[in-house]
């Protein structure tokens, strides 16, 4: 019987060993737990079958040895994912333990101390790959969809959105986090406004070994030129009017843990010599104190604009961008990756109905055909606004093409022309002719009702009272 352990969620297992039968345990516990196991029998063969079969971990017997190395080698120089784990399969002494970095399962050989590694590996990727509201094993991922940090007790923010994507772009960019997370270097994160670079930022603050310390997240440009000492190296009590207590700063609250700098190109040159000099000698002096305060910080930046050409203007300093630069990393626009609307259409959903306590409501295909076309300028942050718009003020279980804003539309309203100026009889009335002037309008619109609103200059709810009282909206097109 499987021991009882919380579970992280279900993966794709690769056990390596040289005889079935003594993994055959194994195999039967795992699938018991939910998840999926495949046997080879020697390195070549592990690494030909993960190479057709993307594998959450792979279980190596280290009776393997030198090709155990080898194979483990191999997988990482690919620059995937899988988790290793090295077992000695045949309970043998712990002489056959490899020189290896990953982790090891100490002989005797048992089945629940095997079971506890490879669900602990497994949570570590569910961690980096990310957890929908951050609850492991509340739903399964299938595809390599999400990427959200774990929740942080410490961050200023609660996490509301999510990095999901299941197109190539966003695949690598899945990829390349898990790669950088754990090194501890500098990363400059590039990419337009709303694209998720904070959640980028978290999810490699949650990756690396610092998850248990601070997250620090600041607006640069939110910080008076005025205050940027005080603000990001705190003050000693007395140092000015108004300074009744020591304070610390933002690089000592994030000492241990990560500093992530948002629009980090709206700093002053004064105040990018200043963190240059932090970032190169590792300690500041408070705002009139005399004693230099070491501090431990990943720093992660974060910059809609283009950085390296504000270097060649003089508005950046190059030293302080290289220093910044040492990983670059960039998040592509929601325009990039157009198959991946409805994966977050679908996510906000759901978060905006539990956040609500209501059952998650769906939009039509007409609307999420119409989402998957806009272009989004405002990227994933726009598209979340233009959903919870829709939840406020549609009404239904399914949401229609007409709750959503009429700005996603105003670019494809056609003016009303002369040449299609209707002509009327001398004795119609005020009524027919707004009847056939209505109908008119919209059935040139493709009767679509906010484009028609917007080319009549009325707001959609006039637009349907005066559909509903002239019976239009069930005329066919050529009424």
């Not at 056939?436 to 009767?447: K, P, T, W, Y």
Request: glycine fraction near 8%; aromatic fraction near 6%; hydrophobic fraction near 40%.
């Amino acid at each position: 019987m499987p021991p009882s352990i919380a579970q992280p969620q279900c993966g794709a297992v690769l056990l390596v060993a040289p005889q079935k039968e003594s993994c055959q345990k194994v195999e039967l516990a795992l699938s018991h737990r939910g998840h999926s196991v495949a046997w080879c029998a020697n390195a070549l063969e592990a690494l030909n079958y993960s190479a057709q079969r993307e594998f959450d971990l792979i279980l190596v017997d280290s009776r393997l040895q030198a090709a155990t190395v080898d194979l483990v080698g191999q997988i990482k120089a690919r620059g995937t994912n899988e988790e290793i784990v090295i077992a000695a399969f045949n309970g043998s002494g712990s002489d056959d333990k490899p020189q290896l970095r990953e982790p090891y399962l100490a002989n005797p050989f048992q089945l629940d101390g095997l079971i506890r590694s490879i669900e602990g590996a497994l949570r570590r990727r569910d961690l980096l790959r990310g957890i929908v509201n951050g609850k492991v094993g509340t739903e399964a991922d299938p595809g390599n969809t999400r990427v959200q940090s774990a929740p942080n007790t410490r961050s200023r923010l609660p996490m509301t959105t999510a990095l999901i994507g299941r197109t190539p772009v966003m695949k690598q960019l899945f990829r390349t986090i898990q790669r950088i997370a754990p090194i501890d270097s500098n990363v400059l994160i590039t990419g337009a406004t709303g694209t998720g670079k904070e959640l980028v930022a978290r999810a490699i603050h949650d990756g690396s070994g610092r998850r248990d310390g601070p997250f620090v997240d600041v607006n640069s440009s939110a910080i008076p030129d005025t205050l940027f000492e005080t603000e990001f190296f705190g003050h000693q009590r007395g140092t000015f009017t108004g300074a009744y207590e020591t304070r610390r700063g933002l690089f000592e609250k994030a000492s241990g843990g990560t500093l992530f700098l948002d629009e980090v190109d709206t700093l002053n040159l004064s105040a990018q010599a200043k963190l240059l000099r932090v970032l190169q000698e590792r300690h500041l002096r408070r705002l009139g104190g005399r004693e230099n305060i070491s501090v431990d910080v990943r720093i992660i930046a974060a910059t809609s604009t283009n950085l390296k050409g504000a270097t060649a203007s003089g508005a950046f300093r190059p030293d302080l961008y290289f220093r910044l630069r040492v990983v670059p990393l960039h998040v592509p626009q929601l325009r990039e990756r157009v198959e991946d609307v409805e994966l977050l259409v679908d996510h906000f959903l759901r978060h905006h109905a539990e956040r609500n306590g209501h059952q998650p409501r769906r939009f039509s295909p007409e609307a999420i055909r119409a989402m998957s076309d806009y272009s989004w300028p405002g990227n994933v942050r726009e598209l979340e606004n233009a959903i919870e718009y829709a939840l406020a003020i549609g009404s239904g279980e399914e949401l229609g093409i007409d709750d959503l804003p009429a700005d996603m539309f105003g670019e494809d309203v056609e003016e009303i022309d002369d040449a299609n100026v209707l002509t009327f009889p001398s004795n119609a009335s005020l009524a027919e002719v707004e009847r056939r002037h209505i109908l008119a309008v919209f059935n040139r619109c493709g009767r679509h009702h906010i484009k028609t609103a917007a080319a009549l200059r009325i707001d959609r709810r006039t637009l349907y009272r005066k559909l509903q009282q002239y019976n239009l909206d069930l005329q066919i097109n050529s009424a």
